[in-house]
């Protein structure tokens, strides 16, 4: 996954370079992270398509604009580009409109409700989606604030899959920060739906932080 560069926040022509060099080095299939509101960084959809004709490793995308039109936006220039959602609340939008596959947050705290949401929505079961995506979203809201690390590894830690700890400059969670945290993930636990039946689908493509 090629991310763009963090410090300083270059127009097109330094960051097309900068993504072509790491493309150029490997052979390897890449997929670009598009996370404007994070990086600042903003790969338009004809900028996506430019790179990917010049650079045929370039297979996906990690959409992470918060836009779920960029889905469609991207899908209408080119078919070469594999999108990824990398938003958690936004995935059952953006596969409505295209994406094929997630790239998620909870995850590995929550791996049977992430398969189960992924699947009925690819399947088109609407009903099943909205209930079981109505659960989720406090959860995967998580994932779309600032202190979104510490908050993943808090849940994970919680449900016995990972630990809070966090590299400097990030500390772990206090406070009322993590009162509120502590009363989402009380409220999920007991309303957790039973998952049962689930049923594959070949298409699916879940992948985790």
Not at 3 to 21: C, F, G, N
Not at 69 to 87: F, H, K, P, S, Y
Not at 154 to 164: L, N, R, T
Request: charged share 20%; net charge negative.
């Amino acid at each position: 996954m090629i991310l763009p560069p963090y410090v300083y926040q270059s127009d097109w022509r330094e960051t097309k370079a900068h993504v072509s060099s790491v493309l150029r080095a490997t052979s390897l299939p890449a997929m670009l992270y598009n996370n404007p509101v994070a990086y600042g960084t903003d790969f338009l959809p004809e900028q996506v398509v430019e790179l990917a004709a010049e650079d045929k490793n370039l297979q996906a995308i990690k959409e992470s604009s918060t836009d779920v039109r960029r889905v469609t936006a991207i899908r209408c220039l080119t078919d070469a580009i594999q999108i990824m959602v990398g938003v958690d609340d936004s995935i059952v939008e953006a596969l409505g409109v295209g994406a094929i596959g997630w790239v998620a947050g909870l995850v590995n705290a929550f791996p049977r409700e992430s398969v189960a949401l992924l699947e009925s929505a690819l399947r088109g079961d609407t009903q099943q989606t909205f209930e079981l995506y109505r659960w989720f979203l406090p959860l995967l809201r998580m994932d779309t604030v600032p202190k979104f690390v510490q908050l993943i590894k808090w849940v994970q830690q919680e449900m016995g899959v990972g630990s809070a700890k966090v590299r400097a400059p990030r500390l772990e969670m206090e406070g009322a920060e993590l009162i509120e945290a502590k009363a989402v993930l009380a409220h999920a636990l007991a309303t957790r739906p039973e998952i049962a039946g689930i049923v594959p689908f070949p298409a699916a493509v879940l992948s985790g932080r």
